[in-house]
């Protein structure tokens, strides 16, 4: 095999080549940041004699004999020795070169796992070096990486010592400035690439060595230095100064309120509107249980906005999301003489027209939709504010291009994003370091708390008498289909069978049907049925995931709730308990279940409370899945984790401001060291 060459080269590229390239090893740091995942020992031999069944190990010895047998299949026997026993190698597949490379006398050394049978031991399809009595043993254990089918272990090997011998790694911060104990970095990286003989391979697995430190350290300071620049860039940023006026728009809506905002509404509308009256675009995140009452702290900071004559976009991940805060804020703002543009994919033609023309024209003072309010064609005359709801069911892209389209006015508008699952602490000081946080922490008066029950299948008519009777009582139901990923087709055969099932178990009952399938019309009608009070169960698949507001409804039925994820069970149950009702939730699984599935329906049982479930959501699914998989963002740290390194990651977030101040140049090279072209998701 030939070395590789330098990954940077124009010649045609080879198939490991494209390989590396997919897998990001693209620079000699890269390779050099590409770590084994495990070690082979091929620094001693152990004694034939002593190899034990399923262990791996080395041994070395002569050939006694070579030959190629038909015991059921054709198969290449050969037998060595060494002082102390036997050993049979056994190769199904092989080479005549195989054949005659091992002819008796041959010296060879043999690493593989042993199988230790009736007939004595043997190796099946071990790896074969053949040697002189003086070849020496490897002098550090031989590293294992992650690689592929198109990218062989050895071409890897070699790219990765070439990478690492290249790669510029000399010590970027100042004396001092590192926890103690730690290696260089240049020391580390030799270390975990190629660790001595003694190193403890259980110190290196479980990332405890201190060379591991040292490289969580670096990636997460990179990490912190990054927000840190990217904070401070928006800082630069001019954005226009939105003050609220004393009996302005902000004023009459608070007046026009059905309701008095609770007190953790009123602080967190303080605090945005002290962001928005800065000349720096506001860039904080809004934090608040499901039915906290964030949309009204949104449009009260819409207001501030329109009054001081700027327009203010609202971005909502679904369509009838978006539509219950359309229909919310055209009750509200209407009465008060604003005009409420709406764009979603599903507005077409004309009417879509008339809704650009209006956002361009600055006629539309509040543009209201889903994602299509960031494509191309949409144009504001002078936006002020965006407010983006269940930010993080946006994707990092869809972020980056709001942002770039944002960025192509003169004045950068100010952002304003919603979220109803909490950020746990660690998360909130690494990927959101660069976020303002509010957070609701109290509901609107007047809730009843909410009862989950856990049922098993088998249990179904009971569930179904207990429908019977709440919508007796006056109440609404909603009951949630199983979420099957694959196949929106399955999806919707258990809803549409659930749908027939209920309304003949409920003669004289109004039961709808609400699915993804349906045109936007067709939904929008179901809603309208429901919120209105004709129709009394709604079988919906989880379209009515997020923002669905109808206080009546005071029973949820969700069937096969172990498929669905933690924090999307505790959204679903917020659709209840809105009302002065009390409510019940009810949580339907068929049995066997999983642990994760267990200790889900167990929280949910357990408490009601958003930030708990947050915290035991990270606890059930680690930090990369918490954030989920669009936010590619997550995968950005490869070796830390938050949990277990929180010291490393206050000791980096500590350094970074200094390092930024004192040594801006290193800072720099950090960064680049470690996030190269990836450094723009970070400031998404
Ligand atoms: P979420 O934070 O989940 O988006 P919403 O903004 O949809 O919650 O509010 C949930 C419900 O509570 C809505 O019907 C809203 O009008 C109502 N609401 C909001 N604030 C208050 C309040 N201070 N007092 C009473 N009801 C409120
Ligand atoms: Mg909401």
Redesign the pocket.
């Known amino acids: 095999m030939t070395a590789p060459p330098p990954p940077q080269d124009s010649k045609p590229k080879s198939a490991p080549q494209k390989a590396m390239e997919k897998l990001g090893l693209l620079r000699d740091i890269d390779l050099a940041l590409h770590l084994p995942m495990r070690y082979e020992d091929e620094t001693r031999l152990a004694p034939i004699a002593t190899l034990r069944e399923g262990e791996p190990a080395q041994v070395e010895g002569v050939v006694v004999d070579c030959q190629v047998e038909l015991r059921g299949r054709r198969q290449l026997l050969v037998r060595m020795k060494d002082e102390s026993g036997t050993l049979l190698l056994r190769f199904l597949h092989f080479y005549p070169s195989q054949q005659k490379q091992m002819a008796a006398g041959a010296r060879l050394r043999v690493r593989g796992e042993a199988r230790v049978g009736f007939f004595g031991r043997e190796m099946v399809h071990p790896v074969v070096k053949v040697v002189d009595d003086d070849t020496p043993l490897a002098q550090s254990l031989t590293p294992v990486y992650p690689a592929s089918a198109q990218l062989p272990q050895a071409y890897l090997r070699k790219a990765v010592a070439s990478g690492l011998t290249r790669a510029d790694l000399r010590e970027l911060l100042p004396a001092g400035v590192v926890p103690r104990g730690l290696p260089s970095l240049k020391e580390a990286l030799h270390y975990l690439h190629h660790p001595p003989p003694d190193a403890s391979q259980e110190a290196l697995h479980e990332h405890h060595h201190p060379a591991w430190h040292r490289l969580k350290f670096e990636e997460l300071l990179a990490q912190q230095l990054s927000q840190l620049q990217a904070q401070r860039e928006r800082a630069a940023l001019v954005a226009p100064a939105l003050r609220a006026r004393p009996g302005g728009l902000h004023e009459k809506l608070l007046a026009a309120l059905p ?4 007190g953790a ?1 009123q602080r967190v509308s303080e605090e945005i509107a002290q962001d928005l009256a800065r000349p720096q675009p506001t860039h904080r995140l809004l934090q ?9 702290v949104a449009a009260l900071a819409a207001a501030v906005a329109i009054d001081a004559g700027w327009q203010c976009a609202l971005m909502a991940p679904t369509e009838i999301l978006a539509e219950q805060h359309f229909r ?1 804020l055209v009750d509200w703002l209407q009465p008060l003489g604003l005009q409420v543009a709406w764009i979603t994919g599903s507005v077409k033609g004309k009417a879509r027209q008339k809704m650009l023309d209006a956002a361009a024209s600055g006629e539309a003072q509040l543009v209201v939709g889903t994602h299509a309010v960031i494509e191309d064609k949409v144009r504001f005359a002078k936006l002020g504010l965006a407010v983006i709801d269940e930010q993080h069911r946006f994707g990092v892209a869809q972020r980056l291009a709001l942002r770039n389209k944002l960025k192509a006015m003169d004045l950068e508008p100010h952002l304003l994003m ?1 979220s ?1 699952t909490p950020i746990p602490r660690t998360l909130a000081m690494t990927y959101f370091a660069d976020l303002d946080v509010s957070t ?1 922490d109290e509901l ?3 809730r009843s708390p909410i009862v989950t029950k856990v049922f098993a299948d088998a249990k179904r008519d009971e569930v179904i008498a207990k429908i019977r009777g709440a919508v007796g009582d006056g109440a609404q139901v909603y009951w949630v289909c199983p979420l099957v990923e694959e196949s929106e087709a399955v999806d919707l055969r258990n809803a549409t069978e659930t749908h027939a099932e209920l309304s003949a178990a409920l003669p004289g009952v109004s039961v709808g049907l609400l699915h993804g399938r349906m045109s936007p019309a067709d939904k929008a009608a179901v809603m309208a049925q429901f919120s209105g009070g004709a129709m009394r169960v709604l079988v919906a698949t989880t379209v009515i995931e997020v ?1 669905v ?1 109808v ?1 009546n409804a005071s029973l949820m039925v969700i069937e096969h709730a172990e498929r669905f994820g933690l924090a999307q069970l505790h959204q679903l149950r ?1 659709r209840v308990g ?1 009302g002065s009702v009390a409510s019940v939730c009810v949580l339907i699984y068929t049995p066997p279940l999983s642990d994760t599935g267990k200790s889900r329906l167990k929280a949910m049982a357990e408490t009601t409370d958003g930030f708990e479930i947050a915290r035991r959501d990270l606890d059930i699914r680690g930090p990369g899945e918490f954030m989920g998989s669009r936010q590619s963002g997550a995968e950005l740290l490869r070796f830390a984790d938050l949990q277990e390194d929180a010291p490393l990651l206050v000791a980096a977030r500590t350094l970074a401001p200094r390092l930024l101040d004192e040594h801006p140049e290193a800072a720099r090279r950090q960064v680049a060291r470690w996030l190269g072209t990836k450094a723009e998701f970070l400031k998404a």
């Not at 608040?288 to 009204?296: A, L, M, R």
């Open positions: 309701f008095r905002l609770t509404q608040g249980d499901v039915g906290s009452g964030k949309t009204v919310k919603m109803a609701i609107p008066p007047g923002g507001d206080p917020g809105r």
